[in-house]
């Protein structure tokens, strides 16, 4: 009994960990403009938002830890075809309250967790 409860104290604290370390907003040699193609496409306007937030660099900067900088999973799920699966507002309450593994709070600015919903609800 006092393995299975060490065990799932050292889940939940990697998992505290992990979403800690997504919360940077610094920027990093990612943020570059050496022009490539990839690049160009992170910078895209599809995903910034009416209000000028621009949603592939917030997840980049909170979310590809778990998720894949490409969406493709990682410890958390794979995202690529999320927009299939839920709504935006769905996608809204996840960020905002946590689900499963994913703790509650990762994204505070409802701007923010608006326009990630939006942006990650397309993906289908």
């Given at each position: ?5 060490l ?22 040699s990612?943020?570059?403009?050496s ?44 995202l ?45």
């Amino acid at each position: 009994m006092k393995l299975k409860n060490l065990l799932l104290a050292l889940g939940l604290g990697t998992t505290l960990a992990l979403a800690a370390c997504g919360g940077s907003d610094d920027s990093s040699s990612d943020d570059s403009s050496s022009g490539t193609k990839e690049e160009t496409k992170m910078n895209d306007d599809s995903s910034k938002t009416q209000s000028g937030v621009d949603a592939e660099k917030i997840f980049a900067n909170n979310c590809a830890t778990c998720h894949g900088k490409n969406l493709e999973g990682n410890v958390g799920p794979n995202l690529t075809k999320v927009g299939s699966k839920y709504s935006s507002e769905e996608i809204q309450k996840i960020i905002k309250n946590g689900k499963g593994q994913m703790p509650a709070g990762i994204l505070k600015d409802d701007k923010e967790i608006m326009a990630v919903a939006d942006w990650l609800a397309a993906k289908k």
